[in-house]
């Protein structure tokens, strides 16, 4: 028989216990269909991450910087501040600068929201003069901002000026002539001096260092040395190149070297000035014609001709147009490709009797097709 007591105490139990739950913070359970997760009451639902995939937004402080100016001995230095604006995580694929000269580095891959990050640039100005522009493309899995590209600007003065400053072009020289062209050499302390300037090639080129002063160069007092480079009389008929190397009292910059090229328009022509076989395989056969004439008009003849590459072997046949005259030939190149190779450039050389051009080289351009 239930005491009064107990009775009350059967009523108010279970009001207490349904109110425990919220006093002491716990989260009681709740009836959750099969196959469902539990969420608590008044909790939003968790968000998948994989839905924020994309979301970012990268934006730089500045898209443009400029490294200032620099001595092409020197290293340039720039930073790209940038920030995630976007509502979900950012990560940048990659960051693909135009040049080699120019390497990024980047701290990390992946940004939070409102996070923000540092492009670091170095840039190195070796070979380069003046107004030199790079550009930079960060690539992004944002979907508002796949691709960003940045720019670098800097003013480059190279510690040694050269005037040319590429290759000393000498065109076209008939044979027999004595021709010379100047490089100038600048440096940019008061002592400045070329010590030596020598050519790879003593048998149709020559070199001199003349000394020089100080000139005006842009607004700069730079002091000059003159190297004078020589064609010789004796040269052969032909392409010729020749690599100068030349030396300098200038600590950072000592050594460099530098091209020099000449045309020797000899007796001997040919037509086409050099002969090209065009895109090839292994073990394809190739035939061109070429035409050999005495541009004085004087009778010559052809003696041979040869073709020193592993890559393709050739045979030559050489008949005079007119045999009473014998001031123009046609040579028939037959041949072969023996060995794979990307590609090559070689020499034929046409033996004749013409004084000072017994040896003729004719440049052979061709490209390798990939074996399938």
Not at 55 to 62: K, L
Not at 95 to 106: A, D
Request: charge should be neutral; glycine fraction near 8%.
């Amino acid at each position: 028989m239930l005491t009064r007591r107990t009775k009350i105490a059967s009523l108010v139990l279970p009001a207490l216990l349904a109110l425990a739950p919220a006093a002491s913070g716990q989260l009681m359970p709740v009836d959750t269909p099969p196959g469902q997760p539990t969420q608590p009451p008044g909790v939003a639902p968790l968000t998948d991450p994989t839905s924020l995939v994309g979301e970012g937004r990268i934006v730089f402080v500045s898209n443009r910087l400029n490294a200032g100016e620099m001595l092409d001995t020197e290293t340039g230095h720039v930073e790209y501040q940038f920030r995630n604006v976007g509502n979900g995580p950012l990560t940048i694929s990659q960051i693909k600068p135009s040049c080699g000269c120019t390497v990024p580095e980047l701290e990390k891959k992946v940004y939070q929201p409102d996070e923000t990050g540092i492009i670091k640039v170095d840039f190195d100005p070796k070979g380069k003069r003046g107004n030199v522009v790079q550009s930079i493309r960060v690539f992004t899995d944002s979907k508002a901002t796949p691709m960003v590209n940045l720019t670098m600007d800097a003013m480059v003065k190279p510690i040694v000026v050269l005037e040319p400053n590429a290759v000393l072009n000498f065109m076209s020289v008939e044979k027999g002539q004595r021709v010379s062209k100047d490089i100038r050499v600048m440096g940019r302390f008061s002592e400045f001096q070329v010590t030596r300037a020598t050519t790879n090639d003593p048998l149709n080129f020559d070199v001199e260092v003349i000394p020089g002063g100080e000139v005006e160069v842009d607004g700069e007092t730079l002091y000059e040395q003159t190297i004078r480079v020589i064609l010789k009389e004796t040269a052969t008929p032909g392409q010729l190149r020749t690599e100068l190397s030349i030396r300098t009292n200038e600590e950072k910059k000592q050594i460099f070297s530098m091209a020099a090229v000449a045309r020797v328009m000899g007796d001997v022509q040919f037509s086409p000035a050099r002969l090209t076989l065009g895109r090839l395989e292994v073990g394809d056969t190739f035939e061109r014609e070429l035409r050999v004439t005495s541009r004085s008009g004087e009778a010559f003849n052809i003696t041979g001709a040869t073709l020193n590459n592993r890559t393709v072997s050739a045979k030559f046949v050489a008949t005079p147009l007119d045999p009473e005259k014998k001031t123009e030939w046609i040579v028939k190149v037959t041949g072969t490709v023996d060995q794979p190779a990307a590609r090559f450039n070689t020499v034929v050389n046409v033996l004749t009797d013409v004084p000072g051009e017994e040896i003729v080289p004719l440049q052979v351009y061709g490209q390798l097709r990939p074996q399938h």
